[in-house]
Nanobody
Framework: QVQLVESGGGLVQAGGSLRLSCAASGSFFSVENMGWYRQAPGKQRDLVARIISGGATNYADSVKGRFTISRDNAKNTVYLQMNSLKPEDTAVYVC???????????????WGQGTQVTVSS
């Protein structure tokens, strides 16, 4: 069983910062790609940022220059540093991780439970 545990959400004023964390635990060989998605009420879930095992990253255009994704492979943890937050960043942020199992062949993508980020104007 694999679990993703998120933390770091909350309420912040526009222009403020938050840092999200997501730690993967369980029985697997390695964590491959990791990312953050967000879903606002009545909207679809969209990719915010993604980081592959080698460290390459990509971001949604709406967060480029404001958000930074990083990872600690030793801790199987991904972070999302969010600066210059805007009210339109308000959403449930959900962690995603693709793990490789001990057979070194099988992979599966898991989702966290989500953490609320609310940015007030």
């Amino acid at each position: 069983q694999v679990q993703l545990v998120e933390s770091g959400g909350g309420l912040v004023q526009a222009g403020g910062s938050l840092r999200l964390s997501c730690a993967a635990s369980g029985s697997f060989f390695s964590v491959e790609n990791m990312g953050w998605y967000r879903q606002a009420p009545g909207k679809q879930r969209d990719l915010v940022a993604r980081i592959i095992s080698g460290g390459a990253t990509n971001y949604a255009d709406s967060v480029k220059g404001r958000f930074t994704i990083s990872r600690d492979n030793a801790k199987n943890t991904v972070y999302l540093q969010m600066n210059s937050l805007k009210p339109e960043d308000t959403a449930v942020y959900v962690c995603n991780a693709e793990v490789r199992f001990r057979d070194l062949i099988s992979t599966f993508r898991y989702w966290g439970q989500g953490t609320q980020v609310t940015v007030s104007s």
